[in-house]
């Protein structure tokens, strides 16, 4: 069998959502530090990198950093307008040109890396290069609107690469099932008006974007139908999440019959995360990739690509990272997640579980309807 792909790329470890280090502007060669803007720092992609090497896994898959994309596969997702204004502020020293989605000099070019690991998977997996692929993207995609960034997203890094293999590959349908714990709403609106995307999204109810469900938002036009949200209640934890994959997800990909499968995996929804309240833990994650890889395998030739959202917990992200990667490839090792059993022994009792699969199943009858 083909290896599995992975994508990384050292500079996009160097993107910063802070615009200085001690008296120095970040961008060029001054890195960005430790703990800047609280949340979105290096660190817990690096240690999911690290973790990997150390585990010998990463010597077992297919390590490329592709090529950064360039205006004609901006263009497909983005306004020339925001690209122009995006390109200017990064030479001017950065900036926040959106919501809340600062940057430093030089983020542009980073931000076109960042989204050349994606378009790189999706396009070795479509041309039969390697069987599956992960790209370790930073700065994450999936807020990003086709004209203005957003949370830590400053570009669509799934759309490009999805809408740049449709135009170098045969792709017709492709499903992209998000599990980053804020809602995916730039990736839904995107595709919100198209039959030729399935998005669907789990996440934490009103998380962020703030305020934000989106049950009743299903698409419209040609799209009325393909946009699924699944807005889980604070503290969901492995039985919700399993349930949301097996009564709904799977489900919705069985009537779509996808060509491709991407998975916008932010690791946010693990229990440690300060970004979010869900209770989520490496197994979790290990079992939902493993079901999305075998409907890959059922729905369209083993075809799937993972790629890398959010998630800010510095010690536990490389271990839910681990988890989806060992799922994908196939490939183990003897790593033991140190917090799994913490996490098993804190999921909600018998009641709350029993509400949080009554209300998956309140869902998924309103999305079979």
Known sequence: MTKTGFYTDEWTFWHSVGLQALFLPVGGYVQPPSGVAGADTPDAK????????????LDRLSVDKGSPV??????????????????????????????????????????CISAGLAKAAVADVMSGKVSRAYALCRPAGHHCLADRS???????NIPIAVEAARADFDLGRVAIVDWDVHH?????????????????????????PPGYSGIADRGEGAGEGANINISLPPGAGDAAYI??????VLPALERFQPDLIVIAS???????????????????????TQRMVDAADQLCGGRLVVVHEGGY???????????????????????????LAIFQAQQPGPQTTAFQIEW?????RTFAA
């Open 313 to 339: 917990s510095e010690a536990s992200v490389p271990f839910l990272g681990l988890a989806i990667v060992e799922a994908l490839s196939g490939e183990t090792s003897d790593v033991v997640d140190p917090t």
């Open 184 to 208: 995916g709403n730039g990736t839904q609106s995107i595709y919100y008006d198209r039959d030729d995307t399935l998005t669907i999204s789990i996440h934490q109810e009103n998380c962020f």
């Open 266 to 288: 932010g690791l946010d929804a693990g229990a440690a995360d300060p970004m979010a309240r869900m209770l989520v833990h490496s197994e979790t994650f290990r079992v939902m």
């Open 150 to 156: 957003m949370g830590f997203c400053v570009l669509a």
């Open 243 to 248: 349930a949301s994959i097996d009564r709904i």
């Open 46 to 57: 690096r240690r999911l990198l690290s973790l990997l090497k150390t585990s010998g896994v």
């Open 360 to 364: 998956v199943e309140g869902l998924a």
């Open 70 to 111: 360039d205006n004609s596969d901006l263009v497909r997702v983005h306004t020339q307008r925001y690209i122009d204004e995006f390109k200017k502020v990064s030479a001017e020293g950065g900036g926040d040109i959106g919501d809340f989605a600062p940057f430093s000099a030089g983020g542009f070019d980073i931000a």
